[in-house]
């Protein structure tokens, strides 16, 4: 468009310029006309002073004229036509860039409605774009918070059993018996002797000494023929049962993890602990725990 436009601009100055010099050559002539007219009119008027010219002269003068002025009309015809011819190319020229400026108008307003368009259907997919991700992340959400809300039921359900498990394995009221003595904690040679098969031996099956129950303690050992109770008051011989429930009760507010860890330190490392380490053989002592002589 621009170069359209720069051609244009040349070839009207270049009209222009053509226009002046035919313009000037045009009064160049008209100039010698009249200077001939001139010259005509004073050879006149000396031929009238001196002497008169002969009629043939006079005619050739006049035929002469009628040329010169036959001549300058065409001469102007000419250059009015092509002074004609120029400015309808001129015309021509202001039509066809008025033309060009008009489209290229429009080409830029059309140019700057796309690009507004384009920005806002960058806008809506953008906005659309975000809409989807919220609604994908509340789905997440709430299927985490349903997962948590299982899992939390689950972490309920299993403490509740691991209260009722404690609650199972917790050892039996204490029966008034004997004292016995407190034996010390067994050292790691006394842990690997020959005694410890013994808790694996058929014998210690009989008597329900097995590896996966609960280790025998020194506080409470078990009476297999325990007759302690005879001669003792029916009321003192045992604990009730709602006191033993109430401190069932208080115990299953700790939590299920420490309980159950504590379940199972104790079945693997029975050994380390000098309360629940195995009794050695007394000679001094009966099946009943009772002294003998």
């Known amino acids: 468009m621009e170069e359209l436009k720069v051609q244009a601009d040349e070839s009207s100055q270049k009209h222009l310029e053509k226009l002046e010099e035919l313009s000037s050559n045009l009064k160049e002539k008209e ?77 830029q307003q059309e140019e700057e409605y796309s690009f507004m368009e384009s920005d806002g259907s960058q806008t809506k997919a ?64 006394e842990v690997n002797s020959p005694k410890k098969a013994f808790l694996d031996s058929p014998k210690s099956k009989f008597f329900d000494i097995r590896a996966g129950d609960e280790p025998m303690s020194l506080k409470c050992p078990k009476q297999f023929f325990d007759n302690s109770n005879l001669g003792t008051m029916p009321d003192v011989s045992h604990i009730p049962a709602e006191l033993a429930m109430d401190s069932s009760e208080s115990d299953e507010d700790a939590s299920t993890s420490t309980a159950v860890g504590s379940n199972e330190a104790n079945q693997d490392n029975w050994w380390h602990i000098p309360n629940s380490s195995p009794r050695k053989a007394n000679t001094n002592m009966d099946a009943n725990g009772c002294p003998t002589q």
């Not at 100039?31 to 005619?59: D, F, G, H, Y």
């Not at 120029?86 to 066809?96: A, D, N």
């Not at 299993?158 to 904690?185: I, M």
């Open 31 to 107: 100039v010698l006309i009249q200077n001939l007219q001139t010259k005509l009119k004073e050879s006149e008027a000396l031929a009238k002073m001196k002497m008169p010219p002969t009629a043939a002269e006079m005619e050739g003068m006049k035929d002469k004229l009628v040329k010169m002025e036959l001549d300058h009309v065409a001469v102007t015809t000419g250059h009015e036509k092509e002074i004609t011819q120029l400015k309808s190319m001129l015309e021509h020229r202001e039509e066809v860039i008025r033309k060009l400026k008009e489209t290229l108008r429009k080409t």
């Open 126 to 189: 953008l906005a659309c774009l975000k809409e989807k991700t919220i609604e994908e992340l509340h789905k997440k959400n709430a299927h985490f918070e349903s997962l948590l809300t299982k899992q939390q039921e689950e972490i309920t359900k299993w403490k509740n059993r691991a209260y009722k498990l404690r609650g199972s394995r917790k050892d039996p009221p204490q029966t008034p018996h004997t004292p016995t003595k407190r034996q010390p904690p067994l050292v790691e040679s």
